[in-house]
């Protein structure tokens, strides 16, 4: 029997419209499932997330080495690396902007290719600095090509995957983006960092190799007026021997009934105003529970715990827990559901974050500077002096704190809002309100940043903590009240259900 959205509100509750006759929609379905080539598609479009990952966490090791060179020309003082560190979200908010036109005039698969010039020019640029502003320019390059990436990418994939893997395919942008964070912080221990902007050139070339022989979304070529194409797109992607016409004409008919623009009376309509609303309050919350500048700062909340392992160490750790814990979302979406674990993500981050903050206000007070719980006191260059032996093995509880809050990020609200965003979108304005999210995302991210220090200055660290806590407790009702449930659901069949107002059986 097949569940609704969000639960049944009545006998004669239907949420979806009655399927066809299974045997050509369930052969589609398998022959997409037997068919390898979605997933060399999607492998493809997700190594532009990989270089997206990379480069978010380039200056953890480049920040440490500018700060001690030699070359007054490349030297960075304080403020310069807190600009060269947040300027990559400016970067990333203009390139969710420019999604909004590229989604729809290029399309999906051209916009993702468009990302790889600014990423090329920017590791160029980075790789043959030789004064601040081309370390700027190329870090706002990367950051623009990033911010196009993800608003591009995750659409593209939700639009050829077949709904019984979109779960598992949905997850992987994130999951590219955490291994190449993982890979940065390695090579990071391996290589200078003129070199790491040169590394960070290969994923970019092929992704471009690989994307030219790719086909593009079937959907958008349908909404271009390119039938014959979209069907041979179609049938590439699920296999020579499916049946793909039953699904082929579920998409040309929602395709049809959008086939105009969105005008700004009709966005109004609460069909189609509804499902943009949660996406973007999803990536609005997602970056208030504080993970940007918990990341950024991250080496330096460590530094200032005495805890038993080698700073160096620390990053690499988190990256390594980031991407054990998407992996368990990948394999587990399409399973125990998205909501699920939106609100076994929620309770996580909420119980850490408000760990961090207990243990800073009434924890120990070390007589050391470099100590979690007296940070607000001392300026983040004090961090740099070596780290005092650690008396106690209580403070354990702030780089533990810390590791959880990246865990339950990392398998629930990280890859899962990302997913969300590009299934409850409706086609005529995927394209748009994708980039509006996106722009939103990174928007709140760079206020996030900037502002976390003068907080931590005025009021103390665990006021940050305090908040981030208060606002994964809104996650967690913002889940149950206002997401869908869109497991093993095609794009068509959520697109209805938001057309009948129906309202969340935890409501």
Request: charged fraction near 15%; proline fraction near 7%; glycine fraction near 8%.
């Amino acid at each position: 029997m097949q569940e609704p959205l969000l639960g049944a509100e009545g006998p004669d509750y239907d949420t979806f419209p009655e399927r066809p006759p299974p045997s050509p929609g369930d052969r589609a379905r398998v022959g997409a499932l037997q068919n390898k080539r979605v997933f060399l598609a999607t492998f493809a479009a997700v190594l532009g997330n990989f270089s997206f990952g990379y480069a978010l966490v380039y200056t953890s090791p480049v920040i440490p080495a500018l700060e001690h060179s030699l070359d007054p020309d490349l030297h960075l003082t304080k403020s310069q690396a807190s600009w060269f560190g947040s300027v990559f979200t400016l970067g990333a908010a203009a390139g969710g902007l420019s999604a909004m036109i590229l989604n729809d005039l290029l399309g999906r698969k051209l916009s993702i290719m468009f990302s790889a010039v600014p990423s090329a020019a920017g590791y160029a640029l980075m790789a043959g600095a030789h004064g601040l502003w081309m370390l700027l320019l190329g870090r706002t390059l990367t950051g623009f090509a990033g911010g196009l990436t993800a608003a591009c990418i995750p659409v593209y994939v939700s639009e050829i995957a077949p709904p019984g893997v979109r779960g598992a395919l949905g997850a992987t942008p994130q999951l590219m983006a955490v291994f190449g964070s993982l890979s940065l912080y390695t090579l990071g221990l391996l290589l200078p960092w003129r070199w790491l902007a040169v590394a960070g050139e290969a994923p970019v070339l092929v992704m471009i190799l690989l994307l030219s022989f790719m086909p593009n979304s079937p959907r958008f070529l349908l909404s271009r007026g390119r039938d014959e194409e979209a069907l041979q797109a179609l049938a590439w992607l699920r296999g020579v021997d499916a049946d793909v016409h039953w699904e082929f004409e579920q998409i040309q008919d929602n395709v049809r009934r959008q086939s105009s623009r969105v005008s700004w009376a009709e966005a109004r309509a609460p069909h189609m105003c509804r499902p943009i609303a949660v996406a973007l309050l999803m990536r609005f919350l997602q970056q208030l529970t504080g993970i940007t500048p918990i990341l950024v700062y991250l080496q330096s909340i460590f530094d200032s715990t005495a805890v038993l392992l080698p700073p160096k160490d620390d990053a690499a750790i988190v990256g390594a827990v980031r991407l054990l814990s998407v992996l368990i979302a990948a394999l587990t979406m399409d399973l125990a559901g998205r909501k699920v674990l939106l609100f076994v993500s929620a309770a996580i981050m909420f119980a850490a974050n408000l760990t961090l903050g207990l243990y800073i206000h009434f924890g120990p007070r070390p007589v050391s500077p470099n100590s979690t719980a007296g940070l607000e006191s001392v300026s983040w260059g004090d961090l740099a002096q070596p780290l005092a032996a650690p008396t106690s093995y209580l403070t354990l509880v702030p780089l533990l704190a810390t590791m959880l809050f990246i865990m339950g990020y990392a398998m629930g609200w990280g890859p899962i809002t990302w997913l969300l965003m590009s299934e409850v979108l409706p086609l005529r304005a995927r394209g748009v309100a994708s980039g509006l999210c996106v722009l939103a995302s990174w928007l709140t991210a760079f206020v996030l940043t900037k502002s976390f220090l003068p907080v931590v200055g005025a009021f103390g660290l665990q006021v940050p903590f305090f908040f981030f806590a208060a606002i994964c407790l809104v996650s967690l009702v913002f889940t149950g009240c206002c997401v869908p449930e869109t497991k093993g659901r095609s794009l068509e069949q959520i697109e209805s259900f938001f057309r009948t107002g129906r309202r969340s059986f935890l409501r």
